[in-house]
């Protein structure tokens, strides 16, 4: 059985986290855990250069558990676990997978920008390590357990069409070619052909591309391949009587209806997983716009059909 590395933007102590990491052990998976010391949510990407930043060894009795409590963010934590702190660490484990989450509330539409749950993942994917993303579309964690069977669930797929060590970790082998990528500026030579369910296992395995998963209060054991959907934070500060200041948190959220969006998926009862590129549009690493729609094709199961 190989490593899975799991982190979120919660902290070390949420519920959510140990209740996974509880799970995942049950299962019989070897787990080690790097994970911020405080609560760290909607940091998106941020780092901490040049501070130093604790690492506690919060010790676990179980064979082939080890957690980290990290003094920092979730990017800081993913860097710290990949680019050298496992090596030193605890020589010799090397992980199949990076899991971010479970968050406590949906990472769905524009949250792709704030989330630190999801900045993690895409971090592990710019690191060269495949990701998923997990979060509970409620911010009342009563009844999340759900949401750890649906992680569960899609974890398990994904590790199945993995390869037991990350081929390019840390990236020290760069080739702009792979027919997953795009071409762009010139327009897509679908270098993939006739096989994108390969090239979409090679993105996901390569750390091209993430996973996204949002599962919703009343899940109804099914899930929906998307894409992000579109959603209107309304009224988004509360300023102080005398406007010295103010308080972010939006009063009213708006939805857009959107053909395959995750929120769509949300409401309607189903666990989203959207396939989202790691790189941003023009990095020569970005995805290949149109391998990425074969991503909505479903399996039976509602899963992205290249995880069968």
Known sequence: MSWILLTNDDGIDAPSLQILVDRLYQKGHKLVVFAPSENNSAVSMKISLGIPLTIVNRDDSRKDVHQFAIGGTPCDCVIAALDGGLKKMIPGIIPKLVVSGINLGP???????????????????????????????????????????????????????????????????????????????????????????TALRNAFAAGEMFLNLNVPRGWSGKYSSTRLGMRWYRNAIGLSDDTSTFQLGGSRIDIDKVERGD???????????????????THPLEMDVDLLAWSLDNSPEGLPIWLK
């Open 107 to 197: 990472n769905m539409s524009q949250d792709a920008y704030h989330s630190g749950t999801m900045a993690a993942a895409r971090e592990a994917g710019m690191y060269g390590v495949p990701a998923i993303a997990s979060s509970w579309s409620s911010f009342d964690g009563e009844g999340m357990e759900i949401s750890v069977d649906a992680t569960v669930g899609l974890v398990e797929a994904a590790l199945a069409v993995l390869p037991d060590i990350p081929a390019n970790l840390n990236r020290p082998h760069i080739d702009i070619n792979q027919p997953h990528l795009t071409s762009w500026p010139k327009q897509s030579a679908r270098l993939w052909g006739d096989d994108p369910i």
């Open 263 to 281: 929120i769509d998926a949300d409401l309607e009862g189903m666990a989203s997983v959207s396939c989202l590129p790691s790189w941003p549009q």
